[in-house]
């Protein structure tokens, strides 16, 4: 029995492709990009902010920005070549889902699958985070960890977060399964928030903007359960964000609730754009074992013992300033088959790494998420993973 999904269907699978890595699949440099959007239709903002610097072009001006236009379309690739993978490996995912599944074993495909598709190799190219599969009222941050054994179940609301680098370029986007149709209304709430925010982004969007079509999006749908209708509200302590160089959160943070926030975006910026749609507070906490982590590159040096030493160099070798997750150190066995927990206890309390553990809305809510990796062009924005599903 096939349990229907809350996503668009895909009926032209080739299950060929997934052992396919993208650069075999096409012609360097000739990713497939995504739907570009005119820099008219960008946004309908007057807003510009301050006079447009003109200078006379000197030679050595014009070499610059051939220079800059080159690396803007190498990066460019780059990202196209993320996004590809996304589309290919969520579209395996989105068929291999189902009740009774381990979420260890959904999430081991799932990082497989991308690992074949990007060409994983150190830190040239491969997964860029742990594969989030945050469950009902938990929002993000959420993978298994050795020896969890719980199993996806059909009134779960599951949000499936992945991302995957090449040269450091990431591409982050998520979407949200449910296998019981009362939740549509949800999950309907989280995309027209996500499109709502790709809609009034571009150069000069200013993110109070953003953020207020994000909420209003979102607050116009509500959800009925057992004859009771629940409000759906943003989760305001949630954002969209920028993505850097081997960073996924570059600094600037994307608001998805009304707020004075007087930034926005620029030509030539990266942009992670999700958001929240939450039947519980609109507001997510620390909750539970964590999973995820990264380095602080900004920490001060401190003496080590020397399995602390061995695992921080390993982390260093391996992920760099990009996330990781316990059941990613645990393949690459850093203390030669010892336990390294404690190492990692002692990197975490010296300020070394950095924990992010899962976020939830209150108990008995249901979170759903969409995300897309957006460029703010000159002439216009592009939606580096926009696929047919969404
Ligand atoms: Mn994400
Ligand atoms: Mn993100």
């Known amino acids: 029995m096939s349990i229907p999904i809350s996503l668009g269907s895909h009926t032209n699978l080739t299950p060929s492709t997934w052992t396919t890595p993208i650069e075999d ?3 360097v440099s000739s990713f497939p990009s995504g739907p570009e959007i005119p820099v008219a239709q960008q946004y309908s903002s007057s807003f510009r902010p301050g006079q447009q610097v003109s200078y006379r072009q000197t030679e050595d001006a014009a070499d610059l920005e051939r220079i800059l236009a080159e690396t803007r379309q190498e990066k460019l690739s780059c990202f196209r070549q993320g996004a590809e993978v996304h589309r290919q490996t969520r579209r395996f995912a989105q068929n291999l889902i189902r009740p009774g599944m381990l979420f260890s074993e959904f999430v081991e495909k799932i990082d497989e699958c991308n690992r074949r598709l990007i060409g994983a190799n150190g830190l040239d190219a491969g997964l860029a985070f742990p594969c989030g599969v945050s469950v009902n009222n938990c929002a993000a941050h959420w993978t298994p960890n050795k ?7 059909v009134d779960d609301v599951i949000k499936v977060d992945f991302g995957l680098h090449v040269k450091g370029n990431v591409i982050d986007s998520a979407f949200t399964v449910a296998f019981n149709h009362s939740f549509d209304p949800l999950l309907d709430a989280a995309r027209a928030g996500t499109e709502a925010a790709l809609k009034t982004s571009g150069v000069d969007a200013r993110f109070s903007e953003i953020g207020a079509a994000v909420q209003e999006a979102i607050e116009s749908f509500e959800l009925e359960v057992n004859g009771k209708v629940k409000p759906i509200v943003p989760i305001r302590n949630l954002s969209g964000h920028l993505v850097d160089d081997y960073r996924v959160h570059g600094g600037k943070s994307v608001p998805i609730v009304k707020c004075a926030d007087s930034n926005y975006m620029r030509e030539g910026e990266f942009y992670a754009l999700e958001t929240f749609a939450s039947t519980g507070k609109g507001r997510v906490v620390d909750d539970g074992e964590c999973s995820h982590y990264m380095l602080n590159p900004n920490a001060p040096f401190t003496d080590l013992n020397p399995s602390a030493r061995s695992l921080l160099s390993c982390i260093k070798k391996n992920f760099g300033t990009l996330a990781w997750s316990r059941k990613w150190v645990d393949r690459l066995d850093p203390l030669k088959g010892k336990t390294w927990l404690m190492a990692l206890r002692t990197l975490v ?21 969409f995300e897309h990796t957006l460029f703010i062009g000159a002439t216009g924005k592009e939606v580096l993973t926009r696929g047919d599903d969404y």
């Open 25 to 27: 699949q096409f012609d």
């Open 147 to 153: 020896g969890d054994n719980r199993v996806i179940k």
């Open 349 to 369: 309390q010296k300020g070394l790494v950095e924990e992010y553990p899962p976020l939830s809305d209150v108990t008995g809510s249901h979170v759903a998420q």
